[in-house]
């Protein structure tokens, strides 16, 4: 059981709680996973929104950054980070063409496309400049990405256009399902092979298949795979424990919340959906959960308002306790913050900025 | 069907767009409703969190304004609002002591409590300052508030330690429920009055009867509440529309999103959860609404992604085209934008910023 850290002076609850000997230690780990497999390692960090994160990440031996948005991107350029994959299909509206333009003068990018128009749309937008695309396929998750068999038409269309093709890449989403973790790995090793041969059936070379993510990163396939982008795996949170992938001592970030209000075992946390978030899987047995209290369950969020049942008869946190609270998605969180409270051995030691907060187009 | 507004052309989707004339539509409609049945109205500031709109509510007529932190307190109070309700159980740590006081000297403060512990630390908290306290009770919602019958205890015991007592107030969020509206306002009403009752006979008078909420309000009863906190009026959004209080031309706030993936009649927006929130009520037909194609479908969201199902056979936006998403719930939207693109007509005409964004302790 950890020590709750106590608030600093100065701040009022609620507000995010890094341990930052468990980031470390999250770190080193999921890099040491990587290179034992001979996979890059390039941590999403939409997940931490974080130059320190960052940094801890580069040094661990973290390839490049993977990015969600061109926002994150520029975020992380001015920070001095020069590899940078936006994973995402960006449409180059005028907009977006001349922030892809001006980031290209900073790092080396790559972006995702899967549409041929789109493809087009960003070949003209980025000419001349250090950009290669990767076309994104659907392995299974069926949200954005192509099927794997028409990579080579994007691809095609792409180089056509003058752009760089550099690869493909996926997210197998379907992961984040109980039991499926296996099969969504699986589903990515294959996807990735089958869009890679689809790459040179039209002479261009898939050097790059990047794939997921924090839940699948443990039995990624490096006969499918050359690269991985875990993001959450930094800090954790409750929707991963609950999924099996890890512990509560492997949780990095909580919130510290403050008990405002008791009725028998149920008491009221001033940490609602304005700072947890609100993502609740269909599997999921509340809306976060207490590392401290693992038999407690969030039975309802609001903005301001966590309701937390305890078992009967048991102890129940007094008026005024503060407590931790796991988020169930931690990236959600994170973006609500400006700043995480950074301690070691329950001691506050710094002050992390959410760089990339709200960093969202 | 509205006109989609341009977007400037600096500006990257997704970004939530005002309409104005909406906005003050709705401002004076709320405002007339209430002056009608002789209630005092004090919005509640946490929808908008936002100054221009708050003038706006007290232009119209609003007596004051609600806030559900501190920190947004903080916010108004530095705008020039002088009379502020904070409309929870707030507990007084040393740190929201002195935060409370610094305050007092700006504004004229309420404060919620709903207990005895509560309203002692509160007391001392506020001693002195221009500052009374307003018990929360439950009035069909379970979450914070105690039972009216127990409102005369925490009363007598923030009054015996020297606090001034205003009266009760309750948020009907039952209401929040199809088909529960007109339950929720009966039992808003009726509990307001035992609560009261409760304060007599104590010999603390009840000045104060406080209601919520956008989904009650048009049916909030003069005999039980002195005064109503609406707050998602000023925009409403998906979750209004879907409890049938009001249809698309009344929602004042969407998010412009592109199409950035389409297969078949399933498209991929680019607003995802970090833009929209992930509020998602089981009665909700999804993860939000298009207000131009109101058959289409948000089937799911991801943190950049909403993924739309559009009716088989009809017409489906194009890869690149801008659409309209009203959220579900358009606090949690506001509360992850830093600026809000007004328009009218079709037209820029402001950027407001959302002064109190994150300012949720």
Same mark, same amino acid.
Not at 180 to 198: C, I, P
Not at 324 to 339: F, G, I, M, S
């Given at each position: ?74 975020? &992380?350029?001015?920070?001095? &980070? ?64 192509? !099927? ?20 493909? &890449?996926? &997210? ?124 407690? !369950? ?48 329950? !001691? ?8 990339? !907060?709200?960093?969202?187009?």
């Amino acid at each position: 059981m950890s020590v709750t850290p106590r608030p600093p002076a100065e701040l009022s609850t609620p507000y995010p709680v890094v341990d930052v000997d468990v980031l470390d230690r999250n770190v080193r780990a999921m890099a040491a996973s990587a290179a034992a497999r001979g996979l890059a390692l390039r941590p999403h960090a939409k997940t931490h929104k974080c130059v320190q994160i960052a940094r801890r990440q580069r040094e661990a031996g973290a390839k490049g950054l993977t990015v969600a948005t061109i926002g994150e991107a520029e975020v &992380f350029a001015e920070a001095g &980070f020069t590899d940078l994959f936006v994973a995402y299909p960006v449409w180059a509206s005028p907009a977006r063409a001349r922030r892809l333009r001006a980031l290209a003068e900073h790092a080396s990018l790559r972006i995702g496309v899967d549409s041929p128009e789109g493809a087009v749309l960003l070949a003209d937008a980025v000419r001349g400049a250090d950009v290669e695309l990767l076309v994104e396929i659907d392995s299974g998750h069926h949200r954005s990405g192509v !099927r794997p068999e028409s990579a080579g038409e994007v691809a095609l269309a792409a180089a056509r256009h003058g752009a760089q093709v550099g690869g493909v &890449f996926t &997210f197998p989403g379907h992961g984040y399902t109980p039991g499926r973790r296996d099969e969504a790995a699986a589903d990515e090793a294959t996807a990735l092979e089958q869009a890679a041969a689809a790459l040179t059936a039209v002479a261009i070379e898939a050097r790059v298949r990047s794939g997921g993510s924090t839940p699948t990163a443990a039995v990624a396939d490096p006969r499918g795979l050359t690269e991985m982008r875990p993001g959450v795996y930094v800090f954790n949170d409750a929707q991963q424990v609950e999924l099996g992938g890890c512990g509560w001592p492997d949780v990095a970030l909580t919130i510290a919340a403050t008990v405002v209000s008791r009725s028998g075992s149920r008491v009221i946390l001033d940490a609602g959906s304005k700072v947890l978030g609100a993502d609740q899987p269909a599997w999921a047995t509340g809306g976060g959960r207490l590392p401290d209290h693992p038999d407690a !369950r969030v039975t309802a969020l609001s903005e301001h308002h966590a309701t937390v049942v305890f078992p009967a008869g048991g102890p129940t946190p007094r008026l005024g306790e503060v407590v931790r609270v796991a988020p169930n998605h931690v990236c959600a969180a994170v973006n609500l913050a400006d700043e995480l409270v950074v301690v070691s051995g329950g !001691r506050e030691v710094d002050r992390w900025a959410v760089a990339a !907060r709200g960093a969202n187009s």
